[in-house]
């Protein structure tokens, strides 16, 4: 469930993916994840057997959309924007021993992107809430798959090692379109799997009801705000899985929902909701 808060549009000249306005590195030990931390840890672990990089659960991250990434934080794992960011700025992270995950929104066109222009009229829904954007008719799927693969290209060939598609659960919304939770399935493993022909591990974004029938197509989760909404638990086949939920949480204190998050084993913070640099883990 995405939970919008449409006062925040004219704050924000840019969402990157934040559901946020309503409002960690996890100690490994004996190999038992039991909780978020902003401490040093193990480096992030290699290749799964399918060659496409595996976060485990407890690793601590860093969620940078707002602008070219600060790498002050010392972290395993960063989250940025595939198109503000470059080849060198990856390539940095990575010299440091960081996993590098890529935002690209897959679910709604954005009137600020270089490619704007290739996403025809006739797939464009209503605006979404967030200025610059609107919905898209995820059922076109060879309209949008051409457009999706030059985006993971461009991910890959920046040396991201992972990609996280934004708004992939548009069904619930009012998108323009009649959608159903079918046509998100069908749209959601076309993105994975243009995600993993070409290396790249790819995370769930949010989209709780279909978690236990996507979690098999997915690398790890991005959620926001499931303790403030009461719904972190829903994630736990992520964890089951041994795959990682990288989780944020935009109001405090991080008191409130870090216990549970350690209990479950959720990689969690607090960021504000602009994500920049700033971070408060668990």
């Known amino acids: 469930m ?36 902003g401490t040093d840890g193990p480096p992030p672990p290699g290749p799964s057997a399918t060659g496409v990089w595996q976060p485990r659960p407890g690793l601590a991250w860093q969620w940078q ?12 794992v960063y ?13 940095r992270l990575h010299r440091a021993g960081r996993k590098v995950i890529c935002y690209v929104n897959v679910g709604a066109w ?7 222009d290739a996403f025809p009229r006739e797939v464009l829904g209503e605006p979404n809430g967030w200025r610059g954007e609107r919905w898209l008719d995820i059922r076109r799927l060879s309209v949008l798959r051409p457009i ?12 991201f090692d992972a990609v996280e598609p934004d708004l992939v659960e548009g069904y619930g919304d009012e998108t323009g379109f009649p ?5 998100q399935l069908a749209y959601n493993r076309m993105i994975a799997a243009i995600a993993h022909e070409r290396g790249l591990a790819v995370g769930l974004k949010n989209d709780l009801p279909q978690i236990s029938q996507l979690v098999d197509d997915f690398d790890f989760a991005v959620n926001e705000q499931c303790a403030q909404y009461g719904e972190c638990a829903r994630l736990t086949p992520f964890v089951a ?14 008191r409130r929902f870090c216990p549970e998050s350690r209990r479950l084993g959720l990689s969690s913070m607090l960021k504000r909701p602009e994500l920049g640099v700033w971070r408060e883990p668990c």
Not at 179 to 183: F, G, M, P, Q
């Open 79 to 91: 989250d940025i924007d595939g198109f503000e960011n470059g080849a060198d700025d990856v390539a």
């Open 65 to 76: 959309l707002d602008g070219r990434v600060d790498p002050s934080a010392d972290v395993p």
């Open 2 to 37: 995405r939970h919008w808060v449409r006062t925040c549009a004219a704050l924000l000249p840019e969402r990157h993916g934040v559901r946020a306005c309503a409002a960690l590195l996890t100690a490994l030990a004996v190999a038992v994840v039991t909780g978020c931390s």
């Open 241 to 254: 899985a041994g795959k990682a939920v990288f989780h944020v949480e935009y109001s405090g204190p991080t």
């Open 179 to 183: 959608l159903t939770a079918r046509d």
């Open 148 to 159: 999706m693969e030059r985006r993971f290209d461009m991910c890959r060939d920046k040396g």
């Open 110 to 116: 954005e009137d600020f992107r270089p490619d704007r």
